[in-house]
């Protein structure tokens, strides 16, 4: 079963903040939170990852709680390209992805 | 990022046939991955397969059914036998990141199947 819950689907504006939230409250010391998306069945596309400090890309940033219990992604303004289903997956020392349902998100124009 | 394509990208099939799913990637990689993704479901982790070992099968997946050669460093085929419509999906490759500590994949487009 996949380590994290997240919310089946969201809608953002388009330009607005896009915040993802993703729950793995039971995630070890030594897992990494990374998050890809899925736009229409192609094959996923790596956004981010983090063990415990916030990080920051070109393409988003990741707030991870204190405790490592949850974490949110976020798209700081969402363009209807960023239409996709995200994932956000814990996993350490192995390539075994266990993925979960992901969360949906729709850019609302 | 590692450039990975996949052949075919599509293709339907006939109950009891097999079909050869090629990845490719544009650099040497140890490790490679080979998921399904049935209609409107998430990603499932079919086996990995590193270059000079047979592949490592996740439960439920076994090799009669799934056959995967790792001729080499840059490629990998994934074949599914014995076609039954709940074959019907959509099978991605991946290969590991270049992170020497993070485990990041990346994703080939997917090869979309059909059994009839």
């Known amino acids: 079963d996949a380590k994290t819950t997240q919310p089946t689907s969201m809608d953002c504006a388009e330009g607005r903040a896009a915040n993802l939230p993703c729950n793995h409250s039971t995630i070890s010391g030594n897992e990494y939170v990374y998050w890809y998306r899925q736009i229409h069945s192609q094959g996923p596309q790596y956004i981010i990852h983090g063990l415990k400090n916030n990080e920051t890309n070109e393409m988003a940033s990741l707030i991870i709680t204190e405790d490592r219990k949850s974490s949110t992604l976020i798209l700081p303004h969402a363009t209807l390209r960023d239409t996709a289903v995200y994932y956000c997956?814990?996993?350490?020392?192995?390539?075994?992805?266990?993925f979960g349902t992901g969360t949906r998100l729709k850019v609302l124009a | 990022s590692a450039v990975i394509s996949q052949k075919p990208s599509r293709d339907i099939c006939q109950r009891g046939t097999s079909l050869t799913i090629q990845c490719q990637v544009d650099?040497?990689?140890?490790?490679m991955f080979w998921y399904r993704q049935q209609p409107g479901q998430s990603l499932t982790l079919i086996a990995t397969a590193n270059q000079g070992s047979e592949a490592t099968y996740e439960s439920g997946f076994v090799i009669d059914k799934f056959p995967i050669s790792r001729p080499n460093l840059t490629f990998s085929t994934l074949t599914v036998s014995n076609m039954s419509p709940e074959d019907s999906s959509i099978y991605l490759c991946?290969?590991?990141?270049?992170?020497?500590?993070?485990?990041?994949?990346?994703f080939g487009p997917g090869t979309r199947l059909t059994v009839l």
């Open positions: 991946s290969v590991e990141g270049r992170g020497l500590v993070t485990n990041e994949q990346f």
């Open positions: 650099s040497q990689v140890t490790m």
């Open positions: 997956i814990v996993a350490a020392g192995t390539y075994k992805y266990i």
